[in-house]
């Protein structure tokens, strides 16, 4: 089942903006990951934050996340071409057992940078 | 630098066919997984192994099994290729951060560069 749900499916922005997407997911989490895909090509991770944290940056990446709504977002300023690809949010629910340890992925916002 | 190596990055194979796809890390991680990703769908778990000889079913696992008989290496087999097998399958890994006494978390996942498997 997927969790997270990314917002929204496709974001086109100029060179130099900032683009922001977001993440909605539904059961209590140990953390949150986001990741970003090439056209084509495996996913790499960018940032991963933790339940207990509030806010992250890296680089030109800052992550949000609001635990009692449920909900995160990924802010990548002053963006250029090479921004461009797929970005999906990751949750790792909470609990205990094997079937905690997934990591359930949204179906993606597709960022299109022009230059 | 680390790696997760998928054995091929495009392979056509026919309906009924026993389908191999071979996924190895170099990294020493307890976990790996197997996902496919299809266009609107996003990435699906079909299977995930938390230690040697381990699998747990993802939420996609019919038509599929695994195998983990050394810890960097994983499998994924498809017993009998069908047309809508048709996909990307992207395996990956990663540590597990110990949370407490009965818990654990996923750090983050290396993704190998993915596998576009056609069934025809």
């Known amino acids: 089942s997927q969790q997270g749900e990314e917002d929204p499916q496709a974001l086109s922005i100029q060179e130099g903006e900032n683009a922001t997407m977001n993440c909605s997911y539904k059961?209590?989490?140990?953390?949150l990951q986001w990741y970003r895909q090439n056209s084509g090509r495996g996913l790499v991770h960018l940032i991963l934050?933790?339940?207990?944290?509030r806010e992250k940056h890296s680089g030109r990446l800052r992550v949000t996340l609001d635990t009692s709504k449920k909900s995160s977002s990924l802010l990548i300023t002053a963006s250029r071409a090479a921004d461009t690809a797929s970005y999906f949010c990751?949750?790792?629910?909470?609990?205990?057992?094997?079937?905690?340890?997934?990591?359930?992925f949204g179906k993606g916002t597709k960022l299109s940078v022009i230059p | 630098d680390v790696k997760v190596t998928q054995s091929s990055r495009y392979l056509v194979k026919r309906t009924g066919e026993k389908v191999f796809l071979e996924c190895v890390q170099d990294?020493?991680?307890?976990?790996m997984f197997w996902y496919r990703q299809d266009p609107g769908l996003g990435l699906r778990l079909i299977y995930f192994?938390?230690?040697?000889?381990?699998?747990e079913k993802g939420d996609i696992p019919e038509g599929y099994s695994v195998s983990r008989e050394k810890k960097e290496r994983f499998s994924l087999i498809l017993e009998s290729a069908s047309t809508n097998q048709t996909s990307m399958y992207l395996c990956?890994?990663?540590?597990?951060?110990?949370?407490?006494?009965?818990?654990?978390?996923?750090?983050?996942?290396?993704f190998g560069s993915g596998t576009q498997l056609s069934v025809l």
């Open positions: 990956a890994s990663s540590f597990f951060f110990i949370q407490g006494a009965s818990s654990a978390t996923n750090e983050k996942l290396f």
């Open positions: 059961t209590s989490i140990n953390n």
């Open positions: 934050i933790r339940s207990n944290e």
């Open positions: 990751a949750t790792d629910a909470s609990g205990s057992g094997a079937g905690s340890y997934q990591l359930t």
């Open positions: 990294m020493d991680h307890e976990n």
């Open positions: 192994s938390y230690d040697v000889k381990m699998k």
